[in-house]
Structure formats: structure tokens, C-alpha cells
């Protein structure tokens, strides 16, 4: 497999894969670095790392806070293209006999809002460090020889030739059919009719390769053969130190539908803090513990996750705003989203609640998109109680610590921020809360206190 991949609207790095030691952080408990994999009654229990924590197995560089926020900005304005339908697609065309051009339109952003977990693959397997990440699709991995570009990783970089069971997807298979609704770019075929996938993400982040079959390790002695994932031949962006990333979301090719035969339609998860370890679960859950939503269907995106957001209360004390302020916008519950996004007049009417309530503070000028802010810290702050309501009467009752976000050492802002097109529930809000995602039955739903 020696095509070689040129991506003419994007600048091909040099450097070959320079894979680092998976050393734990000394100070870093056995409860953090334990990942805590097993099958059981409960199904498959992986453990999530948030980004930027010291005892994630793959911490992302200590990027400062206003550089997050400009990534989570590019992740809000792809997922609008994306349901706008305004996203140019991309045509790929045979160039010469070893090269294929493979043109990427802009997808989701992708890396510094997503959590970390672990999967085995191979025969035999070996483990490797991947984002999670619920407005994705297919999932992928970096592997040799890295024909472009390979980010350096947390251990070794897959091998193909070193598995006994790993096999290409033809470009006649149903699967390579199946890319276009899973990356929303085309695929292509190269001149050994092998398929070729292109994932590309709103901050300019990429991954192009070979889609690939091979055998999924779950643990318990748990195998699934014929996992169809992305064999990356090209990964460009922010990825920190990860293998490459799973994707959950609601198409055939995801992780889930893959492991849904076996394990169940569903899965759920805890999205823990920097200084906590939470959990992805697929399969078996106890249903009780949760208060549910419906799961809404949208023309817009089918594989993407939707609710419907009825009312946020400040205080004990609804909004001012009416109820068609919340219905008017799509709503998108995502995990690499890092900000809650609202429709405008229900932002404005939160900021000015919550900006009421603490009024004897004092206030600090607006932070990149957030504008409602207030010098010192989380800790100094008398912060309401607020709770976002969904149809049906699930409700995430926001801590202190989901409601605001210290964005540096001496101020403090209004997690939340306004948007036109599409509204998101983002992973600052759901932090420390279980959520599942019982896609069988089509509902949603939360529980307090569920991250370790």
C-alpha cells in the first residue's frame, strides 16, 4: 500500500511518527491511571479522562483558555454547516497512477473538548489511547507506514502487518459505500482497490487513510471481529497525543451500531473533571437511576444526537422568555463541544438572571465569547442555582462548577454563550453527570453524581 495521499488544500508535514513513552504521572493515583476495562452484566466499561488532566494517559498541551474556546467556536460553526446543509463536498480524482487528490471540506472540530479512553485492536491486541467523541462517526486510528504525516502518539503506532487478522475494505464493499454519510466527504478508491476514507474536522484537522477491518478487544475475552474502522495514513491537527479517535454517533459504520449486536443499543457516560476519572459504557445500564427525554429526529442530520430544551430556570424561577424561544433552534447534546450554546434570547435572558443574582460583584470585562464575566474566582462567587429542563421533565441541576468557568486566575465567566443557528448542550454542563444514550428506545437521559 505505498499510494501516496496529496492534500493540495492543506500544508503536508514532514515529520515521521515519533511515538512517546506511556509513562504515568508520579502523582497520579492507581484510581486515575487504572482503566478500569471489563465486561460484564453492565456491558463494556471503558474509563474517560477529561483533555486536559495531568493523569490522562494522552494530556493535550497546555493550550491557554482562549485558544480552546476559539477551536470550540470552529466545532459550533461546523455543526451549523453541517445542518444548513452548506458545506461544499468535495469531489476525489484519480491524479496519476500513485497519487489521488482528496480535497476536504470542513466537518466538526475536533481534540482540545474531547475525552480519553483506551480500546485493544489487533491480533494480538495491543491497547491504544483515543478521543471519544459523540458528533463523529467512523472511528480511526494512525497506522504504518504513515505514507504523509502521523502526529506523535502515546505508544506504538498501529501496524497492519503485524496482525494476523486485519484486512482491507475493497472499494466495491458495502462499507466504503456507507463513507460519505459517515464523514460527509466522499470516498475514493486507490489504484489497488483498496477503499479510502477522508474525516475532516472544523479546525482544520484530518484524518486520511484506508478503511480497515480487524478484530475490537473489549476485555473478559470479549472479541468482535470485523470492527471497520480507518486505517489513517495522514492525521493532521489537534489530536494531542491520542491514536486516533471513536466515533458514537448514530450511523452504521460507528462504534456503537458496530458493537450494538452484541452489546445492545445504548451506551452512556460520565464526562469527568481535571481532576476526576469518569466512564463510557456501551450496552446493558440501569434504567432507574435516570430521568429521560425523547431522543427528537431531525431531518437536518440523522446521525447526529438531538433534544428538546423546554426551560432553564435561575433561582427557582423560569425565564422570561416564551416557549417558542427554545423550540425555534435545533438542539444538539454533544460531548466535544466545551460551551453550552443557547438561541440568542434565551441566552440574554440567562446572562442577565444570573448577572442579577450576583450583583454585588464585580464585574470583569467580556472573554472571547463570553461575555457575562466576574473578577476572582469560581470559589469566591454565590452562584444560583440553575437547571436546564427538557421535555418530558428531565433536568441537568447545574453545580456551581457547570454554570461557570474560570478562564484565568482571576476571573471568572458564564459558561454558556448565544447562538443563531444550532444550540448545543456542551460537555461544560454535562461534567460529572451520567448521560445515556438509550438510541433503542429513543431517549436521553440524566443522573447526578456519576463520575468516581
Known amino acids: 500500500m505505498g499510494l501516496l495521499l496529496c492534500l493540495p488544500f492543506f500544508l503536508l508535514l514532514s515529520a515521521a511518527s515519533s511515538p512517546l513513552n506511556d509513562v504515568p504521572n508520579s502523582s ?35 493550550l491557554p483558555f482562549s485558544a480552546i474556546l476559539s477551536h470550540d467556536e470552529a466545532r459550533v460553526r461546523s455543526l451549523a454547516a453541517r445542518l444548513t446543509k452548506s458545506m461544499p463536498k468535495p469531489v476525489s480524482s484519480l491524479l496519476r497512477p500513485a497519487a489521488i487528490s482528496v480535497p476536504l471540506s470542513p466537518g466538526d472540530s475536533i481534540g482540545v473538548g474531547n475525552y480519553i479512553t483506551r480500546i485493544d485492536l489487533g491480533t494480538p491486541a495491543k491497547s491504544y489511547v483515543m478521543l471519544v467523541d459523540t458528533g463523529s462517526s467512523l472511528s480511526w486510528l494512525q497506522c504504518s507506514p504513515c505514507s504523509v504525516s ?19 475494505v475493497s472499494c466495491s464493499a458495502s462499507e466504503c459505500d456507507s463513507l460519505e454519510s459517515a464523514t ?27 478503511l480497515s477491518k480487524d478484530t475490537l478487544s473489549l476485555g473478559s475475552g470479549h472479541r468482535v471481529a470485523n470492527f471497520v474502522f480507518g486505517c489513517g495514513q495522514d492525521n ?6 491520542s491514536a486516533g479517535l471513536i466515533g458514537l454517533a448514530r450511523n452504521r459504520l460507528s462504534l456503537l451500531s458496530q458493537l450494538a449486536p452484541s452489546l445492545g443499543y445504548s451506551f452512556s457516560y460520565c464526562l469527568p473533571t481535571t481532576g476526576s476519572t469518569g466512564y463510557l459504557s456501551i450496552g446493558t445500564y440501569e434504567p432507574g437511576q435516570y430521568s429521560y427525554t425523547p431522543m427528537q429526529s431531525s431531518s437536518l442530520d440523522d446521525t447526529l444526537y438531538f433534544v428538546r430544551l423546554t426551560s432553564i430556570t435561575v433561582g427557582g424561577r423560569g425565564l422570561p422568555v416564551s416557549s417558542s424561544a427554545y423550540t425555534g433552534t435545533p438542539t444538539v447534546i454533544d460531548s466535544g463541544t466545551v460551551i453550552t450554546r443557547l438561541p440568542s434570547d434565551v441566552y440574554d435572558a440567562l446572562s442577565s438572571a444570573v448577572a442579577a443574582a450576583l450583583r454585588g460583584y464585580p464585574r470583569a470585562p467580556a472573554y472571547s465569547i463570553l461575555d457575562t464575566c466576574f473578577k476572582g474566582g469560581l470559589s469566591r462567587l454565590a452562584v444560583p442555582a440553575v437547571e436546564m429542563v427538557f421535555q418530558g421533565g428531565a433536568t441537568l441541576r447545574l453545580a456551581p462548577r457547570n ?4 478562564v484565568d486566575s482571576s476571573t471568572t465567566c458564564l459558561a454558556f ?6 444550540a448545543i448542550v456542551g460537555n461544560k454542563q454535562q461534567e460529572t453527570y451520567s448521560v445515556v444514550y438509550d438510541v433503542g428506545r429513543l431517549r436521553i437521559g440524566f443522573a447526578a453524581g456519576g463520575c468516581g
Not at 184 to 210: E, T
Not at 236 to 241: I, S, T
Not at 403 to 406: L, N, T
Request: with cysteine; glycine share 8%.
Open 403 to 406: 454554570v461557570m468557568i474560570d
Open 236 to 241: 493532521e491537527g489537534l489530536f494531542g497525543q
Open 150 to 168: 502521523c502526529h506523535a502518539q502515546v505508544g506504538s503506532v498501529f501496524n497492519p502487518a503485524s496482525s494476523a487478522t486485519y484486512r482491507a
Open 184 to 210: 460527509l466527504n466522499p470516498s475514493a478508491c486507490s489504484q489497488s482497490n483498496v477503499c479510502i476514507y477522508q474525516a475532516s474536522y472544523g479546525d482544520s484537522s484530518f484524518s486520511v487513510g484506508y
Open 28 to 62: 497520579c493515583s492507581a484510581k486515575f491511571m487504572d482503566p478500569l476495562r471489563n465486561l460484564n452484566s453492565s456491558g463494556l466499561h471503558l474509563t474517560l479522562h477529561h483533555p486536559r488532566s495531568p493523569c490522562s494517559p494522552a494530556p493535550f498541551p497546555d
Open 417 to 422: 454563550a448565544p447562538s443563531g443557528r444550532v
